[in-house]
Each structure stands twice: as C-alpha cells, then as structure tokens.
Nanobody, 115 residues
Framework: QVQLVESGGGLVQPGGSLRLSCAAS????????MGWYRQAPGKERELVAS???????NYQESVKGRFTISRDNAKNTVYLQMNTLKPEDTAVYYC?????????WGQGTQVTVSS
C-alpha cells in the first residue's frame, strides 16, 4: 500500500501563487509516475501535471508556463508550484502515484482562487 498526504492548498487572489506538496509513505519502492489531478464542482477529475521517476514532465495545456511539477525521490515527495493563478484553477487537487499499474490517491486539498 502507498499512502499519499497532500498539503499547501488554500485561498489565494487571482495572480497569486501556491505550492502543493505530496508526501508518499508505506510501500514506496518502485513507485513510478506521480502526478496532480484536480476536480472542480460539477466537472470530471482531470490531469494537471505528471512526472516520471526519471523527471520527464507532462502538463495540461491550460497550465503550461504557469505550473511546475517537481519531484524529490530522496524525500518521496512531489510538488506543484502554481503561479499566476486564475479563478478557473479553483478545484480540489489530488496527488496520484502509480505502482505496478495500480493508482493511489491522496485525500485532496482545496485550492480556491478568488478576490
């Protein structure tokens, strides 16, 4: 089993920044790609960004140039730096990890972008 705990969400004004963190624990050996998803009210969960254990990244088009995903394998932690936040970024953000083809999810952290 892999446990994922997110932190760093909150309320921020448009144009502001937040940094999300996700710490993995438990059976962390051989964790592969990790990523961040988000789900806004009434919408489906969508991929925001992902990173392989080799550091290759992938971003949703709407966040390119604003969000940066990074990973510290020594700390078993993945980060999402979010800059120039927009109201449409408001959602619950979930950390995801894949191990041997099985997905694991964190409990989610709320990000609200509002003036």
């Amino acid at each position: 089993q892999v446990q994922l705990v997110e932190s760093g969400g909150g309320l921020v004004q448009p144009g502001g920044s937040l940094r999300l963190s996700c710490a993995a624990s438990g059976s962390i050996f051989s964790i592969g790609t990790m990523g961040w998803y988000r789900q806004a009210p009434g919408k489906e969960r969508e991929l925001v960004a992902s990173i392989t254990n080799g550091g290759r990244t992938n971003y949703q088009e709407s966040v390119k140039g604003r969000f940066t995903i990074s990973r510290d394998n020594a700390k078993n932690t993945v980060y999402l730096q979010m800059n120039t936040l927009k109201p449409e970024d408001t959602a619950v953000y979930y950390c995801n990890a894949n191990k041997y083809g099985l997905p694991y999810w964190g409990q989610g952290t709320q990000v609200t972008v509002s003036s």
